[in-house]
């Protein structure tokens, strides 16, 4: 019998081992999960169409103005959110040459949900900010906007126009455009 008696010991000392070493296992599992519910990933913003052609053409074949399409995709990633005009305000800013447009208000600006919002002129740009109402989910972009500006040089050369998208919560896209006048 001092055998049984000696298993039965070695599983009492196994049994209270492994109830000891419990606690500290259960008090270590909850970290990782409150870590993870506390990051929350920004929304990344990319764009989809950023480009510029001269239209209405003068007598002597050059333009006059410039017609501008922009469209803004929210990269797909599963656990990222969504972009919202409830929770986010997603705004464009469009920069050309000072010296090549104007500084009037864009004509034919088209696009479900895209608005107009103001023209300035800094850093030796003329700056269009435009602001887009909607929801887009992962993977979803904006309707596409169309604009034109005014020329106020029609100086053959190339030059290049940039822009930004940004929304809260959203890493901001950042894009150029080159387009040449003949």
Known sequence: MAVDERSHVRRRAVIAGALWTAPVILIGAPAPAEAASTSVQPAQLAFNTLNTTGTAYNGSGKPTGLQTQVQVQNVYYAS???????????????????????????????????????VATSGGNRVFTFTW???????????????????????????????????????????????TVN
Do not use: I
């Open 133 to 179: 109402t909607g929801a887009m989910d992962p993977g979803q972009q904006t309707s596409s906007l169309e604009f034109t500006v005014a020329m106020s040089n029609t100086n053959s050369g190339q030059r290049t126009l940039t822009a930004t998208a940004s929304a809260t919560n959203a890493t901001d896209a950042n894009g150029s455009a080159s387009y």
């Open 80 to 118: 990222y959110p969504s972009v919202s005009a409830s929770v986010q305000k997603l705004t464009v800013v469009v920069r050309f040459p000072s010296g090549q447009v104007s500084t009037a208000a864009p004509t034919a600006v088209s696009g479900t949900g895209w608005a107009f919002t103001s």
